[in-house]
């Protein structure tokens, strides 16, 4: 749809906040409580901290469903803080929330992330590169028929899949080792999720994503 911001339809997961307090930080009990804006960086977003829609400079009508995506596929975006102008880099933004979604910055790219918990997971395209392989060439090492001619290195794109934690902010590659990882928060998930074979832990992993983030509550910090 829009340049640097693409957006992937991702089955099998669903996400649901729960229900508790803590003194020191809000609860998110709804995606409705956080603010549409622009988060500058993890910690701004911790502390539901935004550049809102009406503190932006652009041409680019507020009415529009999909402004600040249409905003931050420029090179640049200009707001209004406290009576002074910025000028930031797009690049340089964390990630922006709009219509109940997030979007964050991986790799100077805004990927939508369908699953928003405790454990975030969004895909990505990431560019590899692979060679060609060598081929045969009678003329290499002194023509006597013995050498190998070096092959292409190829760039490709290729969509992966990516895990975040949502109070770090900490990207990591989507396998069920990181599953394994982040899942020691909750003991009793992690010995279930332990107890199980390699390969059901690979098969099983998104489903375990689902139930920690059904029994993680996650938090905004307090200013």
């Known amino acids: 749809m829009y340049q640097r911001i693409l957006l992937f339809l991702v089955l099998g997961f669903i996400t649901t906040p729960t229900l508790h307090s803590q003194n020191d930080s809000v609860l998110i009990s709804s995606n409705t409580l956080i603010k549409e804006g622009l988060f500058l960086t993890h910690n701004d977003f911790r502390y539901n901290k935004a550049v809102l829609k009406s503190e ?99 760039p490709t794109r290729e969509v992966r899949d990516f895990l975040m934690d949502f109070n770090t902010g900490k990207i990591m590659p989507y396998s069920a080792e990181m599953v394994e990882e982040l899942l020691q928060k909750n003991k009793t998930l992690y010995d279930e999720f332990m107890k199980l074979k390699r390969r059901q832990r690979r098969e099983q992993a998104s489903r375990y994503i689902r139930k920690f983030n059904e029994q993680q509550a996650i938090y905004f910090f307090k200013e």
């Open 56 to 154: 932006i400079i652009s041409n680019v009508s507020r009415d529009q469903l999909f402004f600040l995506a249409k905003v931050m596929d420029n090179d640049s975006v200009t707001f209004k803080k406290e009576a002074s102008i910025f000028k930031l880099s797009t690049s340089k933004v964390w990630g922006f929330y709009q219509n109940n979604t997030l979007y964050i910055n991986f790799e100077n790219r805004f990927y939508r992330v369908p699953v928003f918990g405790a454990i975030c997971y969004f895909p990505a395209i990431i560019e590899t590169y692979y060679n060609t392989g060598g081929f045969y060439d009678p003329f290499i090492n002194g023509g006597m028929g013995m050498g190998m001619g070096m092959g292409n290195t190829v």
